[in-house]
Structures are given as structure tokens and as C-alpha cells.
């Protein structure tokens, strides 16, 4: 799962991981259940928001964006990306499942780096995130949402090539980060 401030980049590498191959949850608003000691995802199929700024890097990959229509106002009048069906994220399976907890921030020109951090921080990642529940938690869901921030792997990642980036999540996804 990735998770950051708006700008960070997500919604950019997302889509770049679509045509890919990915498979695809949501972009901006994650559902997450807690099933057998497990933090899985529960997908919610849907277009990509994607800003002005992203559009010309994901051109090679979507002929045609450039054209599709724009929606919102000023700085952030962009566009949506429907994602094929085949490639959002099954109901339920072993991709649900969550492996990691990646906080992506895209810098023009940086190199990549990967950072591991701790849950403290990871916390305050989905706070400037603006994370939220969705309903009232009680102690037993906090509980798990606490369990799940200490157990999973946690990991800032500076990019500025996607292509790049993608290695790098394969990376995290096969349990070796550096």
C-alpha cells in the first residue's frame, strides 16, 4: 500500500504500474479489513485522478491522454484514467494481502532512496496523509490497525524515474529492500 501527501506522486505511479501490469486497488481512498491476524486490502475499482504535471510523463504509456477531458480547476485541472478491469484488484486473494507500507514522495531529479522507518513515523505519514477511518473504530480495530503499523515492513522511498521506483517495489515486494 502506498500512502502520502497529495503531490507525492501516487496517483503518477500508480498509473505508470497499470501499464505495467500491476494490478490496481483504488487511488485515494483505501479500505483495509483486518481477517486471520492479516491487513488486507479490499479494492475499490475505479479511474485514476491524475494531475497536470503526471500527464507527460505517463504519455508514452497512454496514447491519447493528452486528449482526454479535463476536469477540476486551476493548478490541479487534470484528468481521470479508467483502468481496465483486468487489471483492478480481485475481491479477495493473496494479492489483498497487505506486504508493506510504502510512503513514495517524488522530487524532480533525485536519486532514489529507500529509508526504513519505524511505526512512530509511519503513523505520522498517514496523518499528513490525511488517513482516516471510515466508521468509528473500537478498541479491537485500533488494536489490529496498531498490530498491523508494528508487524508490516515501513519504508519512505524519494524518487524521480518511475521505472526506477517500480524496481524498487518489486524489491520491497520480494523482502529486500536495499
Not at 483486518?34 to 479490499?42: M, R
Not at 507527460?56 to 479508467?82: N, Q, T, V, W
Not at 473504530?137 to 518511475?162: I, K, M, N, Q, W
Request: glycine share 10%.
Amino acid at each position: 500500500m502506498m500512502a502520502g501527501v497529495s503531490g507525492a506522486g501516487k496517483s503518477t505511479l500508480s498509473a505508470y504500474l497499470v501499464a505495467q501490469g500491476w494490478r490496481f486497488g483504488t487511488d485515494d481512498s483505501p479500505a483495509i479489513a483486518f481477517s486471520g491476524g492479516e491487513a488486507v486490502v479490499l479494492p475499490c475499482p475505479g479511474a485514476i485522478s491524475l494531475k497536470p504535471g503526471s500527464l507527460e510523463a505517463l504519455a508514452p504509456f497512454y496514447p491519447g491522454l493528452a486528449e482526454r477531458p479535463r476536469i477540476g480547476s486551476g493548478e490541479k485541472r487534470g484528468c481521470y484514467l479508467p483502468v481496465p478491469l483486468e487489471r483492478h484488484m480481485p475481491p479477495h486473494g493473496p494479492e489483498n494481502r497487505l506486504a508493506c507500507l510504502v510512503f513514495p514522495r517524488f522530487e524532480p531529479g533525485a536519486a532514489t532512496r529507500v529509508e526504513p522507518i519505524g511505526p512512530a513515523r509511519a503513523l505520522l505519514e498517514l496523518m499528513d496523509a490525511e488517513f482516516g477511518l471510515a466508521e468509528p473504530a473500537g478498541a479491537a480495530e485500533l488494536d489490529a490497525f496498531f498490530d498491523a503499523l508494528e508487524r508490516l515492513p515501513r519504508y519512505a522511498v524519494t524518487y524521480s524515474d518511475l521505472a526506477d521506483m517500480e524496481a524498487v517495489l518489486r524489491r520491497l515486494l520480494a523482502g529486500t529492500p536495499a
